[in-house]
């Protein structure tokens, strides 16, 4: 039922950006916890960043000060800004959706946008 689709990748060289999105069949209020998974050629998917349905953020060190995760205008997104590109930050971007009810965790993935940055 539910389904997060991906937009926004591409090809950036460095020092560039892009922005992502990530469009929800549900209000992303229904879900405790939002966020950006990547995962690149070889390694293991990694976070990103991630967003409470308070607005609380948190992000790994590796991006913090270049990346920014926000609602996005429409109650169903979920944007992530990317500055400063490098090419290390190329991998598969991933949204993730984390709902918590008294029947249990439920964690939902979407396909997943290429973002690829050239050096």
């Known amino acids: 039922q539910v389904q997060l689709v991906e937009s926004g990748g591409g090809l950036v060289q460095a020092g560039g950006s892009l922005r992502l999105s990530c469009a929800a069949s549900?209000?992303?209020?229904?879900?405790?916890?939002m966020g950006w998974y990547r995962q690149a050629p070889g390694n293991q998917r990694e976070l990103v960043a991630t967003?409470?349905?308070?607005?609380?953020?948190n992000y790994a060190d590796s991006v913090k000060d270049r990346f920014t995760i926000s609602r996005g205008n429409a109650k169903n997104t979920v944007d992530l800004q990317m500055n400063s590109l490098k090419p290390e930050d190329t991998a598969v971007y991933y949204c993730?959706?984390?709902?918590?009810?008294?029947?249990?965790?439920?964690?939902?993935w979407g396909q997943g946008t290429q973002g690829t940055v050239s050096s």
């Open positions: 993730n959706a984390v709902s918590l009810t008294i029947w249990g965790a439920t964690e939902y």
């Open positions: 549900a209000s992303i209020f229904s879900f405790n916890t």
């Open positions: 967003i409470t349905s308070g607005g609380s953020t």
